[in-house]
């Protein structure tokens, strides 16, 4: 898929198209923000929440800049707030209003579901153990206690873009770890 053509999907709710630019940009986007914060979580959740807002505002992208740009704007200025906010220590912590997220629905099993449905639950158990300890609990969340993303979103009280960005980046890591282990078998 071409990005331009994914761009344009992506603004019609595919989501395929959201998987092909996270795994296109992911790695600039999060390597900009290690650069940037000198934390690997920090980095990482930066990032989350740069393709949680880019996701969110995708129909406002302008196609005459480049999009890797565009995403690492998007970053910067979330780092930026970040800052901001810890310097004031605001106790503020009320989360975006429910009604303002981005919808983007797709229940057609991804192929990370699909090689993660296919294990045996001892071995998808010690597998998702490899995974950091929030990664594991968005999974245990969604997929062993069944919730919903905005029941996920309430119980980590986070916004449901970033609960949304989180499983799609733990479903893929996941599946990784999978793919190597299964390359191991004799």
């Known amino acids: 898929m071409e990005i331009k053509h994914a761009i344009h999907k992506a ?5 395929i198209a959201f998987n092909f630019l ?14 940037r914060t ?6 990482e ?13 995708i129909n406002t992208y302008d196609e005459t800049y480049n999009f890797k740009t565009w995403l690492i704007t998007i970053s ?9 906010k810890q310097q004031k220590t605001i106790k503020n912590t009320s989360k975006d209003n429910d009604e ?7 229940d057609s099993p991804t192929p990370e579901d699909k090689i993660i449905t296919e294990q045996n639950l001892a071995k998808l158990l010690k597998d998702i153990k490899k995974l950091k300890p ?8 969604r997929y062993f206690q069944e919730l919903s993303y905005k029941e996920i979103s309430v119980e980590l009280k986070e ?11 733990a479903k893929k890591l996941l599946a990784e770890i999978i793919t190597k282990s299964d390359a191991y078998k004799p």
């Not at 790695?27 to 923000?33: H, P, S, T």
């Not at 000198?38 to 980095?43: I, K, P, R, S, T």
């Not at 979330?78 to 901001?84: E, F, K, N, T, Y």
Request: charged share 25%; hydrophobic share 40%.
């Open 100 to 106: 303002n997220y981005f919808q983007i629905i797709d």
């Open 38 to 43: 000198q934390n690997e979580n920090d980095a």
């Open 11 to 15: 603004k019609q709710n595919d989501q």
């Open 159 to 169: 916004p449901i873009n970033n609960v949304k960005v989180k499983l799609l980046r």
């Open 134 to 141: 929030h990664y594991q609990k968005v999974i245990n969340l």
């Open 76 to 84: 910067k200025n979330i780092h930026i707030d970040l800052v901001r």
């Open 45 to 57: 959740d930066i990032t989350i929440q740069a393709f949680s807002k880019a996701f969110d505002k």
């Open 22 to 35: 996270l795994d296109n940009y992911w790695n600039a986007v999060y390597a900009f923000q290690l650069k």
